[in-house]
């Protein structure tokens, strides 16, 4: 079974479409996390929500609205999408206070290149 | 703003060495320190985490270390094997139990047969 798990695991489209990234864990955290690598394989947070909260938004134009309907999933949508939208999308999710699942676990990104 | 460096970018060992990656962090107040691993093409793995109140975690034959006073943490990897092959990602955890990650660059690990 996997822990989190994303869709689509590739995405090509054209510039100015919106486009959605979905992602879904199993692992019964109550906190979610959107990460965004470049190309340079650089990983830099996005957003974070815990318990359908936003709790993390970082400085991330706002043609990027997270969405979540439940604590299991947490959507991705981008308006407009851009050349530089280009990376690799990656969610996670983890169970923050409590000390052995700290941890975050990561789903297997979803590579986005806009045309 | 808490900036992670890790040293070296890349680095090419014979099988079976026994190998020490470095991590330094700007910003000593954080919450805990994990170790990743990211094959090529795929999500990450987490490896070890340290509280901040811990000094070190040890999992087979990767042992962390933190000293978060002098904001650093080491990775040493015991009898490297061809498949310890991967980037390995710092990633210091932000004061506040928020789960906010900050990572490093990686460092990209080959081990050769």
């Known amino acids: 079974d996997t822990a989190v798990s994303q869709t689509p695991k590739y995405l090509v489209t054209q510039m100015g479409n919106d486009k959605s990234i979905k992602c879904e864990q199993n692992l019964g955290h109550d906190t979610m996390y959107w990460y965004k690598q470049d190309s340079k394989k650089f990983l830099k947070i996005m957003f974070s929500?815990?318990?359908?909260?936003?709790?993390i938004n970082e400085t991330v134009p706002n043609r990027f609205s997270p969405k979540s309907p439940d604590k299991a999933h947490l959507n991705l949508h981008i308006n407009s999408l851009e050349l530089g939208d280009s990376a690799v999308y990656f969610c996670a999710s983890s169970h923050p206070g409590e000390r052995i699942t700290d941890t975050q676990y990561f789903g297997p990104g979803t590579r986005l290149t806009v045309l | 703003k808490q900036e992670v460096t890790q040293i070296p970018a890349a680095l090419s060992v014979p099988e079976g060495e026994n190998l020490v990656l470095n991590c330094s962090f700007t910003?000593?107040?954080?919450?805990?320190l994990q170790w990743f691993r990211q094959d090529p093409g795929k999500g990450l793995t987490s490896l070890l985490l340290?509280?901040?109140?811990?000094r070190e975690q040890t999992s087979g034959r990767l042992n962390a270390s933190l000293d978060k006073s002098s904001g650093r943490s080491t990775l040493y990897i015991a009898a490297s094997q061809p498949g310890d092959s991967a980037t390995y990602l710092c990633a210091p955890a932000a004061s506040g139990n928020t789960g906010k990650l900050i990572f490093g660059q990686g460092t990209t690990l080959q081990v050769k047969p």
């Open positions: 910003d000593s107040a954080i919450y805990n």
């Open positions: 340290i509280q901040s109140s811990q």
């Open positions: 929500y815990n318990n359908k909260e936003l709790i």
